[in-house]
C-alpha cells in the first residue's frame, strides 16, 4: 500500500524528529487545505486478495500518553474508495478531502501528542483487516497578536540581596523572533557568577486532579558573565530561530496546554540559582 | 611564604599549559573546518576555543598570554568571515549566527570578529555595528574578561573607526561616533578595572593591586586611541573627551585610577589641549579622592608644561593668555584644601613643581615666585603667615589684603616640618630653582623665602644654606653690594655662621671645612663700589661671624682681613690720587693720614685691629696667619701714615711670634715675613724702628739652626737699607756689613762643623756661602758703603775653594746656583754705567 499526494513534487514539507531521534521528512499541511491523493494498492504478486473495501480517513488524533489506546480523535473524516471485491493487480484509488479542518498543529510532547495522519484500510472478510497510516504535519500560522501590546517589566527582588529590574521588549514572539531586552541591576549583595535565559516550556496534561505538568528547558543563554554592581545594565539578544519552538497552545480539545517561558537565572558563587519566570506567547507567522 | 608563592606559580604555569594545549586542538580543528568551508563546524570549535578563555584561574598576566594565542587564531576565522563564497552567508547572517552561541564569551569575541568583516564590507556602518558591539559586550562583567574582551575589541575597532578622512566615515557616522565609541568602551573598561580592587579580603589587597597595575595600559590605551584620531580637535576634546574622562576619573574613586588616568590625559593629549582646558582640569583635581596623591599628577601636569614651554617658547603667550599661573596656583590651593592629610612631600612637589612652570613660563615675574613659595608656606603651616610678614611689610594696604587672603591658613595647626629625604629633597630643589633662575639677593629678599626655609631641620638647613652660599659666589661680584643685602643673607645661612645655642651638633669635619670654605669666599663676593658701603659690609659679615666660635673664626675671619686690607689699599690709593703725592714714601703717608680719607682708613685699621686680635686669640690656633695679617695691616698703617698704630701691629705679630711660634721652619719663614714688613716701612720714628729692628735681629740670631740662622741674618742686612727711592727709608751701611758679616761668619761656623766630620754638611756651607754672595751682591749693586769689591773676590774665592775641594762633588742644584750667580756677575760687567763699573773690579 502506498500514498501519493495530489501536489505531487510541490507538496510542502516538513522535517521533524521522530520518537526514536531520527530526522524525518513529512508533508505538511494547514488547516483548511485539501488532502488530495492517490492511493496504491498492490497485492503481493500472483495472488488476489478478496476484501470488502477499501476506505480512506483524514485522522487527527490527541494522545495522552498515561492513558493509552484511549486516543481522542478531533477530525476523523472518512471516504469509501472501494466497494467490496477483488483485487488481482496493483490499483490505484484517488481521493480528495476539499478544505479539511486541521485546528490544531501537530505536536509531539512528553505526556501528549498531537497527530495527524491519513489511514487507509482494507477490510477482509477474514483474516486480518489491512490498515497504513501516512502521517502528515500539520502547523498553522497564527493571526498575529497586537505587537503594540506592553513588553514584559518587572522588579523583583530578594531583599537586601538582590535587586534586579528586566524589562523585554515585547512578550509575544514568532518563532523565528529575537528577544530583546534588558537587566538592570538596582542591588547586589550576592557574588554572582553568570546570568542566564532559559527557554522553558511547560505541558499541562489532563483536568482536574488529574492534571499533569511537565516542564523541560529547551534553551540556555548565558547573557553575563562574573558579577555586576550596581546600576548596570546588561542586555540580553537571544535569536530564537536555533531552537525547537512550537507556538503557545491553549487548551488544545480541553486536552492540554503547551506554555513558554522566559527563566531568568542568576547563580552565584556556590552555585546558588536565583531565577525568575515570565511567560511569553509564542506564535508561528509564516508556516 | 616563598614556598607557597613558588608552588602558586607552578600551579599558574600548569594551568596556562592545559588550556594552551586545549587552544590549540580546538584550533587545529577549527582550521581543519575552516579548509573544508564548514561553517558551522568552525564555529563550534572556534566557541571551544574561546571557551578557554572563561577561566578564571590565571592570573591576568597568564591571560594575557592565552589571550595572545587565541588572538593569532582568530586572525583565520576573521580570513574566513571576510570570503563570502566560502561559507555563503551575507555579513548579517553571520552577524546573527555567531549570536546563537550559548556562552557569552566565546559569542561576544565571534560577534567582533565578524562586526570586523561586516564593517569593512561597509554592508553595516561602523558607528551602527560598533555601538551594537560595544553595548552587548556589557554582558561581560567579569573584570578580566571583560578587559580582554574589550580590549579586541578595541585593537580590532582601531582602524575601523568613522574618523575624520577615514574610509569609514560618511555612511558610517563621523568623528563624533568614533569618540563615542571609544568613550564608552573605555569608560565600562575603567569600571571593570576598578572593580578587581574590590571582592576579596584585605588579604590578597597587595597581590590584586598588582595585577591592576599589570592591567592598566589596557585601559590607557583608549585615550591613545583617542588622541590619534585625526578628527580630535580642541573643541573635540574639551566639549566631549575631557567632561567624559574626568567625570569617569571622579565617579571611579579609586585610588589607582585616578592618579594613573589623570597622568595618562596628561601624557598623551598635546599641551595645547592642556592649556585651553586648565579650568576644568583643576576643578576635577579637589573631587578625586583624599588618599589619591594628586599632588604628583598635578605636579605632572606643570612640569609637562614647563617643559613645553621650554622646548617652545611660542607656546608661552598662550600660557599667559588662558592665565595659567594663576589657574595652577589656585588648583593647588583648592587641592590642599581638599585634602587636609595630604603629605608634606606631595604638598612641596606640587609646589616644586609649579616653582618650575613659572621659572620656565614667567621668567620676568619674581613675585609669582614669591606667590609660589607664599602658598608653599602656607600649605606645609609654616610660621609667619598673615600678621608677622605684614609687620615686616610695614604697609596698611597689604595688611588688609593678606589678611583677607590668608586668613583661613593661620591656625591650620603647627608647621609641618619636613624631616624625611625625599621631602628635604623637593624643598630644596623648590628653593634652589629661584636660586638658579634670578638673581640671588632678589631670591632672597622675597618675603615668603625664609618661611619656606624655616621649614627644613637644621641639619637640612646647612644644605641649603650652602647651596646660597655657592648662588651667591656663582653670582657676578657685587650681586650683595648692601648691607641690608648682606644681613639678608646672613640670616638665611646664620646655620652656617654659628651654632644653635644649647645643641651640640655633630658635623662632618670634611663637610664643616667645606661649608667654612665656601662662607669664607662669600666675603669676596660682598662686594660694593662705595667704600662705606663696603666698610658696612665688612662691620656686618664681622659682626656675624663673631658669633660663629674658634672652629668658625679661624676660616671665616682671614678672608675679612683681606678684604679690609683691600679696601684700605684703595682707598689708600684714592687718596694719593687726590692730594697728588708720590706712591709712596713718608710725605705720602703723613698726607694720607691727614686727608680726607684719614677717618676712613683709621676705621679699616681699627677694624682690622679688632678681627686681627680675635683671630689671634681663638683657641684653636691660627697664629701665623694672625702673624702675617698684623705685619700686612701694619705695613697699611704705616702707609697710611699711623705710626703708633703700624707700631702697635708689629708688637702683636712679634708677641705671637714669640710666644707662639716654636717650629724651627714656622720661625725662620715668619721671620722673613716680619723683615719684608719692616723693611718696606718708612713711616716709623728712629726710636719705634730701632726698637722693632733690634728685636728682629735678635730673633735672628737666636735660631736654632745654624743655616737659618745665616738665611735670617743676611735678611736683616735689608732692614738697616730701605728701598731705593722712598723718602724716609732706612740708609744704615755700617749696621748692614755688620749683618752681612755676621751671616759669613755663621757659615763659616757651619762649614767647620762640617769638616769637624758632623758629615754632609759641606754641600749646607757652600749653599749659605752662595746665599750670602748674593745678598753682597744686592747691596753691592746698590751702593751700599761698606760691600766693595774685594769682600765680594775674597768671599767668591772662599767659595771656589770650596768647589774644588769637593770630594764627592757637588750636588746638581748648588752648581747651578752658583752657575747662575756668576752669569749674573758677568751679565753686570758687561752692563756698562755706573753698575757695570762697580763690576769691573771683580773679576772671576
Redesign the interface.
Known amino acids: 500500500m502506498d500514498l501519493t499526494y495530489a501536489a505531487g513534487p510541490t507538496q510542502r514539507t516538513a522535517v521533524v524528529k521522530s520518537d526514536q531521534g531520527s530526522l524525518d521528512t513529512l508533508p505538511l499541511f494547514t488547516d483548511g487545505d485539501t488532502v488530495a491523493g492517490t492511493v496504491h494498492i498492490s497485492p503481493a504478486p500472483g495472488k488476489r486478495v478478496d476484501h470488502l473495501g477499501v476506505k480512506i480517513e483524514v485522522l487527527g488524533q490527541i494522545e495522552l500518553y498515561f492513558d493509552r489506546g484511549n486516543a481522542y480523535d478531533f477530525v476523523s473524516l472518512v471516504r469509501e474508495v472501494m466497494t467490496p471485491g477483488e483485487l488481482v493487480s496493483p490499483t490505484s484509488v484517488p481521493f480528495e478531502f476539499k478544505d479539511v479542518q486541521l485546528p490544531h498543529e501537530t505536536y509531539q510532547g512528553i505526556n501528549v501528542r498531537l497527530r495527524y495522519a491519513v489511514r487507509v484500510t482494507m477490510q477482509r472478510s477474514y483474516g486480518n483487516t489491512v490498515a497504513q497510516e501516512f502521517r502528515f504535519l500539520v502547523r498553522n500560522a497564527g493571526i498575529p497578536p497586537q505587537l503594540d501590546g506592553p513588553g514584559i517589566k518587572m522588579e523583583v527582588g530578594i531583599e537586601d540581596c538582590l535587586h534586579i529590574e528586566f524589562e523585554y521588549a515585547k512578550a509575544k514572539y514568532h518563532l523565528k523572533d529575537v528577544v530583546v531586552g534588558k537587566i538592570f541591576f538596582l542591588l547586589v549583595r550576592i557574588?554572582i557568577k553568570?546570568m542566564e535565559v532559559e527557554i522553558r516550556r511547560r505541558e499541562s496534561t489532563g483536568s482536574g486532579p488529574n492534571t499533569y505538568n511537565e516542564s523541560e528547558t529547551i534553551?540556555?543563554?548565558?547573557?553575563?558573565?562574573?558579577?555586576?554592581?550596581r546600576g548596570?545594565?546588561?542586555?540580553v539578544?537571544l535569536?530564537l530561530?536555533?531552537y525547537d519552538l512550537t507556538p503557545t497552545y491553549k487548551n488544545v480539545s480541553d486536552r492540554f496546554s503547551v506554555k513558554y517561558y522566559l527563566n531568568l537565572v542568576l547563580v552565584d558563587e556556590e552555585d546558588r540559582r536565583y531565577f525568575k519566570q515570565q511567560e511569553i506567547t509564542l506564535y508561528r507567522h509564516e508556516l | 611564604m616563598a614556598t607557597m608563592n613558588v608552588s602558586a606559580q607552578d600551579e599558574q604555569d600548569k594551568w596556562l599549559a592545559d588550556a594552551s594545549s586545549l587552544v590549540k586542538q580546538y584550533a587545529f580543528y577549527m582550521k581543519r573546518a575552516l579548509d573544508d568551508n564548514n561553517l558551522r563546524e568552525a564555529l563550534k570549535q572556534g566557541s571551544l576555543m574561546l571557551g578557554e578563555l572563561r577561566t578564571i584561574a590565571l592570573s591576568p598576566q597568564k591571560y594575557y598570554e592565552l589571550y595572545m594565542q587565541v588572538w593569532n587564531e582568530l586572525r583565520h576565522l576573521e580570513a574566513f568571515f571576510g570570503e563570502e563564497a566560502r561559507h555563503g552567508k551575507s555579513n548579517l547572517e553571520l552577524y546573527e549566527l555567531v549570536q546563537h552561541a550559548g556562552n557569552i564569551l566565546p559569542r561576544l569575541y565571534l560577534l567582533i570578529t565578524v562586526g570586523v568583516v561586516y564593517i569593512k564590507s561597509k554592508d553595516g556602518a561602523a558607528k551602527d555595528v560598533l555601538k551594537d558591539l560595544v553595548e552587548m559586550a556589557k554582558g561581560v562583567q567579569q573584570p578580566i574578561h571583560g578587559l580582554f574582551l574589550r580590549t579586541y575589541l578595541s585593537q580590532a575597532s582601531k582602524t575601523l573607526l568613522p574618523d575624520t578622512g577615514s574610509e569609514y566615515e560618511g555612511n558610517g557616522g563621523n568623528v563624533n561616533d568614533a569618540v563615542e565609541f571609544v568613550l564608552q568602551n573605555f569608560t565600562e573598561m575603567n569600571k571593570l578595572w576598578v572593580r578587581m580592587q574590590h571582592g576579596g579580603g584585605n588579604r590578597d589587597r597587595e597581590r590584586r593591586e598588582k595585577e591592576r597595575r599589570e592591567l592598566r595600559d589596557l585601559v590607557g590605551k583608549n585615550l591613545l586611541v583617542l588622541t590619534q584620531l585625526e578628527g580630535m580637535t580642541l573643541d573635540l576634546y574639551k566639549g566631549t573627551v575631557l567632561p567624559r574622562v574626568l567625570e569617569q576619573v571622579i565617579n571611579c574613586k579609586d585610588d589607582i585610577a585616578q592618579p594613573y588616568l589623570l597622568d595618562a590625559l596628561i601624557q598623551v593629549f598635546p599641551d595645547e589641549f592642556h592649556v585651553q582646558t586648565l579650568d576644568a582640569f583643576l576643578e576635577a583635581c579637589p573631587l578625586l579622592k583624599p588618599t589619591v596623591k594628586i599632588g604628583n599628577v598635578l605636579a605632572s601636569l606643570m612640569e609637562r608644561l614647563a617643559s613645553s614651554a621650554r622646548d617652545n617658547p611660542e607656546i608661552v603667550a598662550q600660557f599667559v593668555a588662558v592665565e595659567a599661573f594663576g589657574k595652577l596656583s589656585a588648583g593647588c590651593k583648592s587641592i590642599i584644601a581638599s585634602q587636609p592629610s595630604m603629605d608634606a612631600h606631595d604638598r612641596l612637589q606640587m609646589h616644586a613643581a609649579l616653582m618650575g612652570f613659572v621659572t620656565a613660563v614667567h621668567r620676568d615675574r619674581l613675585d609669582y615666585v614669591d606667590d609660589v613659595l607664599g602658598a608653599c608656606a602656607d600649605a606645609l603651616n609654616a610660621p609667619g603667615g598673615g600678621d608677622e610678614k605684614d609687620s615686616k611689610e610695614n604697609s596698611s594696604d597689604e595688611r588688609v589684603d593678606r589678611g583677607g587672603i590668608d586668613g583661613g591658613a593661620e591656625d591650620a595647626g603647627p608647621p609641618m616640618i619636613v624631616s624625611d629625604q625625599k621631602g628635604v629633597r623637593q624643598l630644596h630643589a623648590l628653593l634652589t630653582v629661584p636660586l638658579d633662575t634670578y638673581d640671588v639677593v632678589s631670591v632672597l629678599g622675597l618675603s615668603n623665602y625664609p618661611r619656606v626655609m624655616s621649614l627644613l631641620q637644621p641639619a637640612n638647613l646647612r644644605q641649603m644654606a650652602m647651596t646660597i652660599v655657592k648662588s651667591v659666589i656663582r653670582e657676578p661680584e657685587g650681586a650683595v653690594s648692601d648691607a641690608t643685602q648682606a644681613e639678608t643673607l646672613f640670616r638665611f645661612i646664620s646655620v652656617l655662621i654659628k651654632d644653635r645655642e644649647g645643641v651640640a651638633e655633630e658635623v662632618d669635619e670634611e663637610d664643616f671645612e667645606e661649608e667654612q670654605n665656601a662662607v669664607a669666599r662669600l666675603v669676596h663676593a660682598l662686594q660694593s663700589g662705595d667704600s662705606d658701603t663696603q666698610y658696612r659690609l665688612l662691620v656686618a659679615s664681622r659682626k656675624h661671624f663673631g658669633q660663629g666660635g674658634p672652629r668658625r673664626l679661624k676660616h671665616t675671619l682671614p678672608p675679612l682681613a683681606h678684604e679690609a686690607m683691600r679696601l684700605g689699599r684703595s682707598l689708600l690709593a684714592r687718596a694719593r690720587a687726590d692730594s697728588g703725592s708720590g706712591d709712596s714714601g713718608a710725605a705720602a703717608a703723613a698726607a694720607a693720614a691727614t686727608g680726607p680719607m684719614g677717618p676712613a682708613l683709621k676705621k679699616i685699621l681699627q677694624f682690622l685691629h679688632q678681627t686681627i686680635s680675635a683671630l689671634a686669640a681663638a683657641p684653636v690656633s691660627r697664629h701665623e696667619p694672625a702673624m702675617r695679617l698684623f705685619l700686612e695691616a701694619a705695613q697699611l698703617a704705616d702707609a697710611s701714615g699711623m705710626e703708633p698704630v703700624a707700631y702697635e701691629f708689629f708688637e702683636r705679630a712679634m708677641t705671637i711670634y714669640e710666644d707662639e711660634i716654636s717650629d724651627s721652619a714656622a720661625q725662620r719663614s715668619a721671620l722673613s715675613c716680619v723683615v719684608g714688613a719692616l723693611h718696606s716701612c718708612v713711616g716709623f720714628t728712629a726710636e719705634s724702628r730701632e726698637s722693632l729692628v733690634h728685636k728682629t735681629t735678635a730673633y735672628s740670631a737666636r735660631l736654632l739652626k745654624k743655616p737659618d740662622q745665616v738665611r735670617a741674618v743676611s735678611d736683616c742686612a735689608h732692614l738697616f737699607w730701605g728701598p731705593d727711592g722712598v723718602d724716609g727709608a732706612a740708609r744704615d751701611a755700617t749696621s748692614t756689613v755688620t749683618c752681612l758679616k755676621k751671616a759669613l761668619k755663621i757659615a763659616g761656623g757651619v762649614q767647620q762643623a762640617s769638616l769637624g766630620g758632623v758629615g754632609g754638611g759641606g754641600g749646607d756651607a757652600l749653599r749659605l756661602f752662595i746665599e750670602v754672595l748674593n745678598k753682597y751682591l744686592y747691596f753691592f749693586e746698590r751702593g751700599c758703603p761698606g760691600v766693595d769689591a774685594s769682600i765680594l773676590q775674597g768671599l767668591l774665592e772662599i767659595i771656589n775653594g770650596e768647589l774644588a775641594g769637593e770630594e764627592h762633588g757637588v750636588a746638581p742644584d748648588i752648581q747651578a746656583y752658583y752657575g747662575a750667580t756668576v752669569r749674573h756677575i758677568k751679565h753686570q760687567k758687561l752692563k756698562g754705567g755706573e753698575i757695570g763699573a762697580r763690576y769691573q773690579a771683580i773679576s772671576l
Open positions: 557574588k553568570h534553551a540556555k543563554y548565558e547573557v553575563m558573565d562574573g558579577a555586576p554592581v548596570e545594565s546588561i542586555p539578544r535569536f530561530s536555533p
